[in-house]
């Protein structure tokens, strides 16, 4: 006949060693509950890309930069004068807004370039991919006779000069004298600044290590 009950401990376990195991359990449960939502800050670090210069053109078809200067690739800085190498980008068409207002380009049909010819750096392209998501063109300021000042901003994913994919974002900061747009479609590219997020292969081992031991230690504590 059933004990109405229910079935009593595991043979050879008393009351408060069951107590003890379940406490144990239930620290392991919250300490990898924040160990999951620590490790995507942990695993990742920036890389940061700075680019000077150069020349926009600004049609409804697209925002192209030409000769705009790579001055910093992560913690690489060029001398002054001098450049590491090249940043080139090309928006999709415009979608919504105008040239002169702001508005909103697709990403469609874009690309983004980094591309390194300093002996700091390895030779060639250092990132090569295409913004995702719409684009934002923004006005921020602009007065008669004084340069219009725009931004551009986007979201991006490609691959390293190492094989890595990544994802990160640019803003562009961009200068347009008034009515040059409507003269000959150009504008100077002021200041840009791109964030790669790129994981970390060595915090990621180490956050593997650190949970295999703890699976160990628990496996110890429920054999003994």
């Known amino acids: 006949m059933c004990d109405p009950a229910g ?3 595991p043979k050879g376990y008393r009351k408060g060693r069951l107590s003890s195991v379940e406490e144990i ?3 392991v449960a919250v300490l990898l509950a924040l160990l999951a939502l620590l490790l995507p800050l942990a ?20 925002i192209t930069s030409t000769g705009s200067r790579l001055v910093q690739f992560n913690k690489v800085k060029s001398d002054p004068g001098h450049a590491l190498g090249s940043v080139y980008f090309a928006t999709g068409a415009l979608t919504s807004g105008s040239l002169l207002a702001g508005g909103t380009f697709s990403s ?4 983004f370039i980094v591309t390194g010819n300093n002996k700091q750096l390895p030779k060639g392209v250092l ?14 300021s602009g007065r008669p006779n004084k340069p219009q000042i725009y931004e551009l901003d986007g979201n991006l994913t490609g691959q390293l000069y190492d094989g890595r994919t990544v994802t990160g974002s640019t803003s562009q900061t961009i200068y347009i004298y008034y009515n040059q747009v409507i003269k000959d479609h ?6 840009g600044q791109t964030n790669f997020n790129v994981p970390e292969p060595g915090t990621l081992s180490l956050m ?3 949970l295999l031991a703890m699976a160990g230690t628990i496996r110890h504590r429920f054999s003994s």
Do not use: C, E
Not at 43 to 62: C, P, Q
Not at 108 to 111: I, L, R, T
């Open 7 to 9: 079935p009593g401990p």
């Open 25 to 27: 359990m239930r620290r």
């Open 43 to 62: 695993a990742r670090a920036d890389i940061i890309v700075i680019n000077k210069g150069g020349t926009i053109t600004l049609l409804d078809s697209g």
């Open 108 to 111: 469609v049909g874009s690309s």
């Open 127 to 140: 990132f090569s991919g295409t913004f995702f998501g719409d684009i934002t063109w923004k006005l921020i």
């Open 186 to 191: 150009k504008g100077s590219l002021h200041l």
């Open 208 to 210: 593997g290590f650190g």
